[in-house]
């Protein structure tokens, strides 16, 4: 099956046993949450058809029956598959598009606010880690890569060429407390593959929980399966390919975050981060960093594909200069965009390690 095999009619046909005279309409492709649980997330996509110049979102009370043809939507061989064009209308505080999933601890109980500490968890050392939805979690996923954007005006930009299909992100406050509520990111689990080459890398940043301002905010990353993200050379056989399947386990237990990267060639690897400390992956103190890590924020899961080739051009850390017309069939056939297809998703609490 080719990566965007069904995002044809043909292909959409054989699925429902349809024949080819029958017109098909983007509700009757399965949808996701036919074979995974999507009780407790909603998802942003790359578009905006109600016009508010904002992402459109589906809600937990709706996503479980909704796909769509391009961005969201369930292949024949029943994966979960995402995709984002580079260029397509952002959240208010990025430049990347994405298709991705928000967990949402609330469920379908609309009256707890998507802020409120009970739909989100915190570390048990926060102060009032009781009120939360949870204390810790974790989140299990078994995904390949299937494209990742090709061309870059930056190419030289570490997130050029790469995606995110993984996180945790921290809760934005509009005014910070105790050195907390930026909105800042404990995790995000990388893809990058260069053109041309065979075999990308996986990589994971932790990113220092500190004001976008200062200049100490910045992502440390953490090589799985091939290289880091400023490394421009051939993983080769250490990397994974585009198609390859890979699995991570991502298991915040009390106030410790475990991970776990696997692969059928490469075996397990593993890695343990204080979110209570100064300590970095490497069990070394990082006196750059918060003192206390993420120890009093709010924070969720999140999964899907998040690319990172932004087409901002103004030299900042994040402007790739990646191509894009907004036009999703131009954009598609150039290679302008990022897609991922999950067979595994499951989120639940937290275990001893």
């Known amino acids: 099956m080719t990566i965007n095999a069904f995002k044809s009619a043909a292909v959409a046909v054989a699925w429902l046993g349809l024949s080819c005279a029958t017109t098909i309409s983007a509700q009757e492709i399965p949808a996701p949450g036919s074979k995974f649980d999507l009780g407790y997330w909603k998802i942003t996509l790359p578009m905006d058809d109600n016009g508010d110049n904002k992402p459109d979102e589906i809600t937990v009370a709706k996503i479980g029956k909704y796909s769509h043809p391009d961005y969201f939507y369930l292949d024949t061989d029943g994966h979960m598959v995402f995709t984002a064009p580079n260029k397509a209308t952002t959240t208010a505080n990025s430049s990347n598009t994405r298709s991705e999933l928000r967990q949402m601890l609330r469920g379908k109980n609309t009256k707890i606010k998507t802020h409120d500490a009970l739909n989100n968890f915190a570390v048990e050392a926060r102060r009032d880690s009781d009120k939360f939805g949870s204390v810790g979690g974790k989140m299990e996923a078994t995904l390949h890569v299937d494209h990742v954007a090709l061309n870059a005006g930056n190419p030289a930009s570490k997130p050029a ?125 990082d006196a750059k960093d918060n003192r206390y890590s993420y120890g009093g924020d709010t924070l969720y899961f999140k999964a899907g594909i998040y690319n990172q080739c932004s087409t901002k051009t103004d030299g900042s850390f994040w402007a790739a200069a990646c191509a894009g017309t907004g036009d999703w069939s131009v954009d598609e056939a150039a290679g302008d965009y990022a897609q991922a297809s999950f067979s595994r998703l499951v989120v639940g609490p937290s275990t001893a390690p």
């Not at 053109?195 to 090589?223: C, M, Q």
């Open 161 to 285: 060429y790469s995606a995110v299909v993984g996180q945790i992100h921290a809760t934005k406050y509009k005014s910070t407390k105790g050195g907390f509520g930026y909105g800042n990111e404990p995790i995000k689990i990388f893809y990058k593959k260069v053109p041309g080459h065979t075999y990308g890398s996986v990589f994971w940043t932790y990113e220092r929980n500190l004001a976008k301002d200062n200049p100490d905010r910045k992502d440390i990353a953490y090589p799985v399966f091939g290289n880091l993200w400023d490394n421009p050379a051939d993983p080769g056989e250490a990397g994974i390919a585009l198609g390859e399947d890979f699995s991570y386990t991502i298991n915040v237990h009390r106030n410790v975050m475990y991970l776990t990267f696997t692969n059928a060639r490469h075996g397990e690897v593993r890695f343990t981060k204080s979110l209570v400390s100064q300590h970095d992956a490497n069990g070394q103190i």
